[in-house]
Structure formats: C-alpha cells, structure tokens
C-alpha cells in the first residue's frame, strides 16, 4: 500500500490557517500488483536524446497532446514528435538506399529514365509519406476509439442503470464498469476516472469531468458532462441513468437497422456490378472476337476481366461487408 500525504495549499495575500496534521490518503493497489511507469523503447530514447533540443525548441501542438491523449498513447507530444522524426530519418535513408540499388539495376538494364526516376521518387515518396502517416496516427487512434466506445456504449449504459437501481455509489458504478472489460473501450475510459479517484486523489465529479474533455466519443462526453450537471444541480442519477439506458438502446436499434439495410443494398449491388456485368461483358468481348477479328486484344481484354477485374471486385465487397458487419458486433 502507497500513501499520498496531502499538503495545505498557500495563496497569495491570504493568511494561511495554522498548521494541522493532515491524515495521510492510502492508495489501494490489487493484492500483488506495483506501481509501473510508461518506459521507453531503445529506439524511443535514441530518438528522443537526438532530436530532443529540436523539438523543445518548436512551440507545443495543443492537437497533438489532445489526440495523444484521446488515443491513449502514453508519449509526450515532444516525445512523440522526436520519434517521428528519427523514423522518418531511418525510412528516408532505407529507401534512398533501396531507391539507388533499384535505379542501378534499371540504368544497367538500359532504362536510364525509369531508373533515375525511381531512384529520386522513391526516397522522396518513402519519406514525406511516413512522415504524415505518423502525424496522423494518433488523431486516426482516438477516431477508432472513439467508434470502439459508440459500439459498446448501448449495453455499459444498461450496466450503469442496473448498478444505479441497486442503489450503488457513482464511484463503485465506474470501478465495477472499469473491470467488465466486455465493454472494451468504454470500460478503458471508466477505468481510467478510478484511476484518477483512487490513485490521484481526485473527487469523483472532477474526475468524470475531466474524463469527458479526454474522451474520444461525443456520446460518452456528453454523458459524463450530463452526470456532472445533474449531480451539481441537485438531480437524481437513477432516473438520468434510465433515460441514457433508453436512449442509447433507440439509437442502438436504429443504427443496427440503417447497418443491415446498407448490406442489403450491397448485396443487391454484388449481383448486378460483380456477377451480372462481368458475364455479360465477357459474353459481348467473346462474340466480338470472333466476329469482328479483334484477335489478340479481345484476348488480354477477357484475361484482364477475369484475372483482375472480378477478384478486386469480390474482395472490395468482402471487405465492405466484413467491417459493416464488425460495426454491428
């Protein structure tokens, strides 16, 4: 078990109160378990002693730190910004490298302008590429979050209402939300205000207002924003809870409902464009080769149809429905 001493807070121009012994705040672990710390990869540190004055010297990205945050990667936006710099320095080395070896071996072939050209793209592509992907990764994390936790918010919230009608405390709801991890992201974040309640010391409501300007879902923010004013103006959470419990559940169904009626108009889709098109296509190329003598381009023609066109046809629609039908798990 680790204590926290609490310690009096001095403002200017004010007379502080004499001093008085503070009981000190015990912080519960689970039976075992150890205070742990975000640490660094090898490459992390490298990167970060390397560029390290050249990111304390740019003003800080209020947007990064945000994301970060919303996405859960435990970096500092300065932190961050030096791996992304180191990994873009790796990846543009690698591929001017590999740009150069490849335009050799086409020069040697005796395709100078292809050569060349690889050689300079690829370098240039390779690294101003990875440079964007890695800027935008935490903002593309906290987006998935923030769907992960819409997709889970419907039956945490008929959780919440159950605990509610047991008459259990708003601190022990979120501790019991934070350990169903059934719930995926949504019990990530009520884990994550238990956190600041037992371990930081903070007081519940401050704790679920803080935990609605991190999260990533503008329902759950809205949520939390809503305990904070129904307790704070003297309202009853049983009933709040109830009608969140209902509302998420209506607007569960409907968007269940507008997910199926989208794979049926992609099934109606799939016949038509991949199944009926292509036979019918291959059907007109056929005749035309044989009657008007288009001989050896009619021949690609239908070798392209059949070995490019129908394949990615029928995986673009498997992918489509297999992540609509994620959605819907």
Known sequence: MTTVPATPTARAGVTSPPTTTVPSRAVRLKRGAQPTHSSMTGFQRWAWS????????????PALDENLVKAHIRMRSDEYLAVIYATTLVVGIATAVAGAVVGYLFVSAGVAFL????????????????????????????????????????????????????????????????RQKVYGEVAEEAAWITRDTEL?????????????SRTPSKRFQDFLQGVVTTATSGGQLKPYFLLKAEQFERENKLEQLQR??????????????????????????AIFAVIGGGGTFMIDMLWGIVGAMIPLAQFGFIFFMYSIAQEMN
Not at 50 to 61: G, K, Y
Not at 125 to 145: H, M, N
Not at 262 to 278: D, N, Q, R, S, W
């Open 50 to 61: 390397t560029f390290r004055s050249r990111v304390l010297a740019r003003p800080t990205d």
């Open 115 to 178: 050569g060349i050209l690889i050689g300079v793209l690829l370098p240039v592509f390779g690294t101003i590429g990875t440079f964007f992907v890695l800027k935008g990764t935490p903002a593309s994390k906290a987006k998935d979050r923030g769907r992960k936790i819409d997709r889970k918010i419907s039956p945490s919230m008929s959780f919440i209402s159950a605990m509610s009608s047991a008459d259990v405390n708003i601190d022990a709801i979120f501790r019991e939300l934070g």
């Open 200 to 212: 930081l010391g903070v007081d519940i409501l401050t704790a679920i207002r803080n935990g609605a």
């Open 260 to 285: 199926v009626e989208t794979m049926g108009l992609l099934a109606e889709t799939f016949v038509t464009v991949v199944v009926a098109f292509p036979l019918f296509l291959i059907i007109i190329i």
